[in-house]
């Protein structure tokens, strides 16, 4: 791992808040920890942080909301971890903001492994596959290079992470901002909810790897997260298009005349 890396580790249980810091710590980070979930909220503001742990069952506020307070100014990856194993708290995990979760007890080499597939992420405007040429109404985003895409009114820069959709600035995580480049290269051609998994891990795509229907599920609840920042609907889509069974694809370009559907509130 690269200087300047920080971890921040949020959990009031001691042993397994020593166990994390001495994964990240080998990990190549520099690593704080915070014992409260209001604790972790202003190191994670005073820090900027790569990367945070962040239990669930906190002793002021729960790790949701920790999450969800977080996001609103940190693109940190965010690793929960939770002693409950049920789908639905999960679930509630990823959709507050969460990038991954590991589930009380784990191996620290399986913790290590998930925050090492997150800084695998290309972050100089590289791209995995090449993007498919524009032509035609079943056209895939006009590009330059792989770092600037536009599509139905969204600009996308991959070099200055940012995201605007008709002019106004979107708040995305790593995460979101990483699945939508992921289409944006693909354009019209159908990425799997297993191929979306293996490109947060930064394996090509045809590598053969497993993915668990948790993994998939997860991909599901990312997009549903994005597609509801960009103000997009799974009915008509103007930018993320599911293909039932299958996985997504980017919906196909529209006329000047239809691109500024009403957003949803």
């Known amino acids: 791992m690269s200087e300047s890396r920080v971890g921040l580790v949020i959990e009031d249980d ?41 239990d669930l069952g906190l002793p002021d506020i729960d790790g949701y909301e920790v999450a969800r307070q977080v996001r609103q100014f940190s ?7 939770t002693a409950r194993a049920e789908e639905l708290d999960t679930l509630i995990g990823l959709e507050s903001g969460a990038d991954d979760y590991l589930t009380k007890p784990f191996r620290p080499r399986e913790l290590r492994a998930r925050v090492a597939a997150m800084m695998r992420r290309p972050r100089g405007g590289g791209a995995a596959d090449p993007a498919p040429k524009a032509g035609g109404s079943d056209a895939g985003p006009e590009h330059e290079g792989n770092s600037l895409y536009k599509h139905n009114g969204l600009e996308f820069n991959y070099d200055t992470r940012s995201v605007s959709v008709d002019g106004e600035d979107l708040q995305l995580t790593r995460t979101e901002f990483d699945l939508l480049y ?84």
């Open 14 to 54: 001691h042993d397994i808040r020593e166990l994390v810091r001495v994964v990240l710590t080998q990990a190549g980070f520099e690593v704080h920890v915070a014992t409260t979930g209001s604790a972790g909220v202003a190191a994670a503001r005073a820090l900027d942080p790569t990367v945070i742990t962040l």
């Open 75 to 81: 693109d940190a990856y965010i690793v929960m971890l």
């Open 182 to 265: 992921a289409l944006l290269q693909a354009g019209r051609v159908v990425r799997t909810k297993a191929d979306l998994v293996r490109r947060l891990r930064n394996e090509p795509y045809d590598v053969g790897t497993y993915t668990s229907e948790a993994d998939e599920r997860s991909i599901e609840v990312h997009m549903g997260n994005l597609r509801r920042k960009l103000g997009d609907t799974a009915q008509n889509p103007r930018w993320l298009q599911t293909v039932r069974g299958v996985g997504y694809r980017l919906a196909p370009a529209q006329n000047a005349s239809t691109q500024k559907p009403q957003r949803e509130s």
